[in-house]
C-alpha cells in the first residue's frame, strides 16, 4: 500500500523559518507536490519535485530526495495568513492517470 | 494557476434526494478529472477517476451506484450523489491536471454538501 506521512501539527512564529517534513512509502513514483489549504476551501498548488534537489519560489521552498523518499516544504518569512494546512502528496503513475495520494496534512499555527 | 471552478458551492438537502455537482476546467482540457471527499481537519481522500468518453474508475470502498460519475466533454465532468444520507455529508472537491503545465492538478473550490 501507499503510505505518506507528516508531522500532525506545528507551531512556529511570524517572522520565523518553518520545515515541514514529508516521508512517502509508494510504489510508482511520478513527483511529489505540496498544497496549501485553508479552513473551508480548495488546496491551492504551491510546489512540485519529481528530481531530487532544492526547488525555490518566493517564500516557499520544497526539497525532495528519492532515495530516502523524504520531502520537506520550507517557508520563510512567516506571515500570519500561512496559518493553514499543508498537505504533501505524491503522484504515482497508473495506467489511467496520474493519481495523487496526499498525507494527513500538518496543521501550521502561526504566531506573533 | 489554471482555473477549475466547481458547483454549487453549499447545498443543504433532504435525507433521500440526488446531488448533481459540476466540476469545469475553464482554461484548459482534461481527458481526465479527479474526485475527493475530506472530512474536518482531515486529509483529501480519493473516491474515482474521471475518464472523458469512458466509464470512471473507482477507488476500493467507493460505491459506485452511490456516487455516479459522468465526463461529457473535455471540461465537464459531474458527481451526482444518489439517495443522499446524512452520513454522505462532506465537503467534495474535484480536480483535473493540467496537460501545459507538467499535470499539476488544479483543484476546483469544493462543494459543502449536507444532508438533513
Given at each position: 500500500?501507499?503510505?505518506?506521512?507528516?508531522?500532525?501539527?506545528?507551531?512556529?512564529?511570524?517572522?520565523?523559518?518553518?520545515?515541514?517534513?514529508?516521508?512517502?512509502?509508494?510504489?510508482?513514483?511520478?513527483?511529489?507536490?505540496?498544497?496549501?489549504?485553508?479552513?473551508?476551501?480548495?488546496?491551492?498548488?504551491?510546489?512540485?519535485?519529481?528530481?531530487?534537489?532544492?526547488?525555490?519560489?518566493?517564500?516557499?521552498?520544497?526539497?525532495?530526495?528519492?532515495?530516502?523518499?523524504?520531502?520537506?516544504?520550507?517557508?520563510?518569512?512567516?506571515?500570519?495568513?500561512?496559518?493553514?494546512?499543508?498537505?504533501?502528496?505524491?503522484?504515482?503513475?497508473?495506467?489511467?492517470?496520474?493519481?495523487?495520494?496526499?498525507?494527513?496534512?500538518?496543521?501550521?499555527?502561526?504566531?506573533? | 494557476?489554471?482555473?477549475?471552478?466547481?458547483?454549487?458551492?453549499?447545498?443543504?438537502?433532504?435525507?433521500?434526494?440526488?446531488?448533481?455537482?459540476?466540476?469545469?476546467?475553464?482554461?484548459?482540457?482534461?481527458?481526465?478529472?479527479?474526485?475527493?471527499?475530506?472530512?474536518?481537519?482531515?486529509?483529501?481522500?480519493?473516491?474515482?477517476?474521471?475518464?472523458?468518453?469512458?466509464?470512471?474508475?473507482?477507488?476500493?470502498?467507493v460505491e459506485k451506484d452511490k456516487f455516479l460519475i459522468n465526463h461529457a466533454s473535455l471540461t465537464l465532468s459531474t458527481l451526482t450523489v444518489?439517495?443522499?444520507?446524512?452520513?454522505?455529508?462532506?465537503?467534495?472537491?474535484?480536480?483535473?491536471?493540467?496537460?501545459?503545465?507538467?499535470?499539476?492538478?488544479?483543484?476546483?473550490?469544493?462543494?459543502?454538501?449536507?444532508?438533513?
Open positions: 500500500g501507499q503510505n505518506i506521512d507528516q508531522p500532525t501539527e506545528m507551531t512556529a512564529t511570524e517572522g520565523a523559518i518553518v520545515q515541514i517534513n514529508c516521508t512517502y512509502q509508494t510504489s510508482g513514483f511520478n513527483g511529489l507536490f505540496w498544497y496549501q489549504q485553508h479552513a473551508g476551501e480548495a488546496p491551492t498548488f504551491l510546489s512540485y519535485n519529481v528530481l531530487d534537489g532544492l526547488e525555490e519560489k518566493g517564500r516557499f521552498s520544497s526539497f525532495l530526495s528519492r532515495s530516502k523518499g523524504y520531502s520537506y516544504l520550507l517557508l520563510k518569512e512567516l506571515q500570519m495568513k500561512d496559518s493553514a494546512s499543508y498537505l504533501c502528496a505524491v503522484r504515482l503513475l497508473t495506467g489511467g492517470g496520474n493519481k495523487l495520494t496526499f498525507g494527513t496534512g500538518t496543521q501550521l499555527k502561526v504566531e506573533l | 494557476g489554471a482555473v477549475v471552478s466547481q458547483h454549487p458551492s453549499r447545498v443543504i438537502c433532504k435525507s433521500g434526494t440526488s446531488v448533481k455537482i459540476e466540476c469545469r476546467s475553464l482554461d484548459f482540457q482534461a481527458t481526465t478529472m479527479f474526485w475527493y471527499r475530506q472530512f474536518p481537519k482531515k486529509s483529501l481522500m480519493l473516491m474515482a477517476t474521471s475518464n472523458e468518453g469512458s466509464k470512471a474508475t473507482y477507488e476500493q470502498g444518489t439517495s443522499a444520507h446524512p452520513e454522505d455529508s462532506s465537503f467534495y472537491i474535484c480536480s483535473a491536471p493540467a496537460r501545459d503545465r507538467g499535470e499539476t492538478q488544479y483543484f476546483g473550490p469544493g462543494t459543502r454538501l449536507l444532508v438533513l
